[in-house]
C-alpha cells in the first residue's frame, strides 16, 4: 500500500512539475521590420506585385488593412513603436531621431523582454541608429547597409560623384547577376537563421528582431527580381499633382522629395522627374519588394522547420509608407495617405482567427500587443492599444480614428475622412480635408465647401484633444 501511495505521488509530482514547466515556458516573438514599405503587397490588393511569401504570412495571421505609421520618418516612427510613445512637436520628430535622447527613461521593447529573460537579438535596422538603447539588445548586429553595392560599375559611380546631403551621392538603381546573399538583406537573413538554430538547440526564449533595408533607396537587388517584372508595363502615378484646392502648404512646408534630390545621382534638383526616370524607379522599388519577400520567406520557413513556430508570434511591420509619383511626390515625409499606410501582419499560434481586418490601428499599438501576448506586464504609460481583442475576433473595432504627424502637419484618420492641420509654435497654417469613401487618393482637397464645415470642425477638436494629449508631459515611474 505505501508503494503504491509512493508511485501515485511520484507520478501526480511528475505531471504537476511538468505542467508548471509548460506554463512558465515563454512565448517567442519574431519581430520583422520592412524600411520604407508601402502596401505594395499582393495579399492587399496590389496584384501586380510578386509577393507571395508575404501573402502566405498573411493568410497564416491577420493582416490588418488599416493600420498606419504616427509619424511618417524612419528614425522617428522607429523610435515610437520601440517605446509604445506617440510622437510629439517636442519629441521623435525626424529621421535623425534617438529614442533614448527624446525619452531616456523609457523602456523599450528590447529593455522590457531582456529583463523578463528573453534573450534579445537585433540583425539589420530596428532603430535608425544602431546604438539606440543599444545596451539592451544581448546581441546586436553591425549596421544596416543601405548604399551595399555590388555591381562594380555602381561603385564606381559613387566614388567618382559630387557630395549630397550626407555623403558621395549614389545611383538609385543596381540590378547584377549576384547572389541573393551578397546584399546586406541576405546575410542577416543567414544570421538569424543560424541564430534560430542556437536558440533551439539552447532552449532559449527569444524577442528576434530582423530588420530589412529593402526597398529603401537605393533600390538594389539581384537580376532575377528585376526581370520580374516588365519594365515597359510599369504603370506611372495618375495623379502627379498637387490636390486640388489644397493649400500650397501642404506641399511646400512637408514635401520635396528631398532624400531622393539630393543624395542620388542623375536627379533633377526640382520639377517632375520625366516618364523614363519615374518608371525606373517604380521598376526598382517593386524588384526590391520582391527581393525582399523571398528573404522572408526563407526566415519563416527557417522557424517552421526548427519546429519554432507553435511557440513564436511573428509580427511584420513597416515604419511608413511611400511615394512613387502619387502628387508628385517621392519617399515619405508627409501626412497624405500614401506616406503614412501601412502594412501590418500578425501570425500568432495563439489564434485560428487567419483573416483581414477593417480594424483601424497605429504603430504605437504594437508594445502593447507584445506585451499582452507573452504576458509581459505593459508600462502604465504606454500610449497604444493592445491589438489582441482584433486577433481574437477582426470584427472588432479597436479604434475609429488614428493620429499621425510630419513636421507642421497634424492627422486624423478614419473610415470617412482624412483631415490635417498645420500648426507651428501654435500658429494655426492651413488645412485638408478628403473623402475618403470617393477620394481615396486624395485629389480634391473640399475643407472650404460651405457643406463640409461642421466635419471640420468636428475633426479640428479631436486634433485639439489629441495635440493635448501628446504635448503633456511624459510621466515615466
Given at each position: 500500500?505505501?508503494?503504491?501511495?509512493?508511485?501515485?505521488?511520484?507520478?501526480?509530482?511528475?505531471?504537476?512539475?511538468?505542467?508548471?514547466?509548460?506554463?512558465?515556458?515563454?512565448?517567442?516573438?519574431?519581430?520583422?521590420?520592412?524600411?520604407?514599405?508601402?502596401?505594395?503587397?499582393?495579399?492587399?490588393?496590389?496584384?501586380?506585385?510578386?509577393?507571395?511569401?508575404?501573402?502566405?504570412?498573411?493568410?497564416?495571421?491577420?493582416?490588418?488593412?488599416?493600420?498606419?505609421?504616427?509619424?511618417?520618418?524612419?528614425?522617428?516612427?522607429?523610435?515610437?513603436?520601440?517605446?509604445?510613445?506617440?510622437?510629439?512637436?517636442?519629441?521623435?520628430?525626424?529621421?535623425?531621431?534617438?529614442?533614448?535622447?527624446?525619452?531616456?527613461?523609457?523602456?523599450?521593447?528590447?529593455?522590457?523582454?531582456?529583463?523578463?529573460?528573453?534573450?534579445?537579438?537585433?540583425?539589420?535596422?530596428?532603430?535608425?541608429?544602431?546604438?539606440?538603447?543599444?545596451?539592451?539588445?544581448?546581441?546586436?548586429?553591425?549596421?544596416?547597409?543601405?548604399?551595399?553595392?555590388?555591381?562594380?560599375?555602381?561603385?564606381?559611380?559613387?566614388?567618382?560623384?559630387?557630395?549630397?546631403?550626407?555623403?558621395?551621392?549614389?545611383?538609385?538603381?543596381?540590378?547584377?547577376?549576384?547572389?541573393?546573399?551578397?546584399?546586406?538583406?541576405?546575410?542577416?537573413?543567414?544570421?538569424?537563421?543560424?541564430?534560430?538554430?542556437?536558440?533551439?538547440?539552447?532552449?532559449?526564449?527569444?524577442?528576434?528582431?530582423?530588420?530589412?533595408?529593402?526597398?529603401?533607396?537605393?533600390?538594389?537587388?539581384?537580376?532575377?527580381?528585376?526581370?520580374?517584372?516588365?519594365?515597359?508595363?510599369?504603370?506611372?502615378?495618375?495623379?502627379?499633382?498637387?490636390?486640388?484646392?489644397?493649400?500650397?502648404?501642404?506641399?511646400?512646408?512637408?514635401?520635396?522629395?528631398?532624400?531622393?534630390?539630393?543624395?542620388?545621382?542623375?536627379?533633377?534638383?526640382?520639377?517632375?522627374?520625366?516618364?523614363?526616370?519615374?518608371?525606373?524607379?517604380?521598376?526598382?522599388?517593386?524588384?526590391?519588394?520582391?527581393?525582399?519577400?523571398?528573404?522572408?520567406?526563407?526566415?519563416?520557413?527557417?522557424?517552421?522547420?526548427?519546429?519554432?513556430?507553435?511557440?513564436?508570434?511573428?509580427?511584420?511591420?513597416?515604419?511608413?509608407?511611400?511615394?512613387?509619383?502619387?502628387?508628385?511626390?517621392?519617399?515619405?515625409?508627409?501626412?497624405?495617405?500614401?506616406?503614412?499606410?501601412?502594412?501590418?501582419?500578425?501570425?500568432?499560434?495563439?489564434?485560428?482567427?487567419?483573416?483581414?481586418?477593417?480594424?483601424?490601428?497605429?504603430?504605437?499599438?504594437?508594445?502593447?500587443?507584445?506585451?499582452?501576448?507573452?504576458?509581459?506586464?505593459?508600462?502604465?504609460?504606454?500610449?497604444?492599444?493592445?491589438?489582441?481583442?482584433?486577433?481574437?475576433d477582426s470584427s472588432v473595432e479597436l479604434k475609429k480614428e488614428i493620429y499621425t504627424r510630419y513636421k507642421q502637419g497634424e492627422a486624423v484618420i478614419d473610415k470617412d475622412y482624412s483631415y490635417t492641420e498645420f500648426v507651428e509654435n501654435g500658429q494655426y497654417l492651413g488645412n485638408m480635408l478628403y473623402d475618403?469613401?470617393?477620394?481615396?487618393?486624395?485629389?480634391?482637397?473640399?475643407?472650404?465647401?460651405?457643406?463640409?464645415?461642421?466635419?471640420?470642425?468636428?475633426?479640428?477638436?479631436?486634433?485639439?484633444?489629441?495635440?493635448?494629449?501628446?504635448?503633456?508631459?511624459?510621466?515615466?515611474?
Amino acid at each position: 500500500m505505501k508503494t503504491l501511495k509512493l508511485v501515485l505521488i511520484i507520478f501526480f509530482g511528475l505531471g504537476l512539475f511538468t505542467s508548471c514547466q509548460n506554463e512558465e515556458k515563454k512565448h517567442n516573438i519574431l519581430f520583422i521590420s520592412v524600411d520604407d514599405l508601402k502596401p505594395s503587397i499582393n495579399s492587399y490588393g496590389d496584384l501586380k506585385m510578386i509577393t507571395p511569401n508575404i501573402d502566405k504570412l498573411a493568410s497564416e495571421g491577420v493582416q490588418f488593412n488599416n493600420a498606419f505609421t504616427n509619424i511618417a520618418v524612419c528614425g522617428a516612427s522607429r523610435a515610437s513603436i520601440m517605446t509604445g510613445i506617440r510622437p510629439s512637436e517636442k519629441r521623435f520628430n525626424d529621421f535623425s531621431t534617438r529614442a533614448a535622447k527624446d525619452v531616456p527613461d523609457a523602456i523599450s521593447l528590447n529593455e522590457l523582454f531582456k529583463d523578463n529573460g528573453y534573450e534579445t537579438i537585433s540583425y539589420g535596422k530596428i532603430y535608425h541608429h544602431n546604438d539606440d538603447f543599444g545596451e539592451h539588445w544581448t546581441e546586436i548586429g553591425e549596421r544596416a547597409e543601405q548604399a551595399d553595392f555590388q555591381d562594380p560599375k555602381a561603385i564606381e559611380m559613387r566614388d567618382n560623384a559630387e557630395r549630397g546631403e550626407y555623403g558621395k551621392k549614389n545611383p538609385i538603381i543596381e540590378h547584377p547577376e549576384v547572389s541573393d546573399y551578397a546584399y546586406h538583406d541576405g546575410k542577416i537573413t543567414l544570421k538569424a537563421i543560424k541564430k534560430l538554430k542556437d536558440l533551439k538547440e539552447n532552449d532559449k526564449a527569444f524577442f528576434l528582431a530582423v530588420g530589412y533595408v529593402s526597398p529603401h533607396l537605393p533600390f538594389i537587388q539581384p537580376k532575377k527580381y528585376w526581370d520580374m517584372y516588365e519594365h515597359d508595363k510599369i504603370e506611372l502615378a495618375n495623379n502627379p499633382f498637387q490636390p486640388k484646392n489644397s493649400p500650397d502648404i501642404s506641399i511646400e512646408a512637408q514635401h520635396n522629395s528631398a532624400e531622393l534630390r539630393k543624395n542620388y545621382l542623375n536627379i533633377p534638383a526640382n520639377g517632375p522627374l520625366g516618364d523614363d526616370l519615374s518608371r525606373d524607379l517604380i521598376h526598382g522599388y517593386f524588384a526590391s519588394v520582391s527581393y525582399m519577400d523571398v528573404l522572408i520567406g526563407e526566415l519563416v520557413d527557417a522557424l517552421n522547420n526548427l519546429g519554432l513556430r507553435d511557440n513564436t508570434t511573428i509580427i511584420l511591420w513597416s515604419d511608413h509608407g511611400y511615394f512613387l509619383g502619387e502628387h508628385g511626390f517621392w519617399c515619405k515625409h508627409s501626412t497624405f495617405y500614401e506616406a503614412v499606410h501601412v502594412p501590418l501582419i500578425i501570425s500568432s499560434p495563439k489564434f485560428s482567427n487567419n483573416t483581414s481586418t477593417d480594424s483601424f490601428t497605429e504603430l504605437v499599438d504594437i508594445y502593447p500587443t507584445l506585451c499582452e501576448l507573452t504576458n509581459i506586464e505593459a508600462p502604465d504609460y504606454i500610449q497604444g492599444q493592445s491589438l489582441v481583442s482584433v486577433l481574437e475576433d477582426s470584427s472588432v473595432e479597436l479604434k475609429k480614428e488614428i493620429y499621425t504627424r510630419y513636421k507642421q502637419g497634424e492627422a486624423v484618420i478614419d473610415k470617412d475622412y482624412s483631415y490635417t492641420e498645420f500648426v507651428e509654435n501654435g500658429q494655426y497654417l492651413g488645412n485638408m480635408l478628403y473623402d475618403m469613401n470617393n477620394d481615396k487618393k486624395q485629389n480634391e482637397d473640399i475643407s472650404k465647401k460651405s457643406s463640409n464645415l461642421e466635419l471640420v470642425k468636428y475633426y479640428s477638436q479631436k486634433l485639439k484633444e489629441m495635440r493635448a494629449f501628446v504635448d503633456q508631459d511624459l510621466i515615466i515611474n
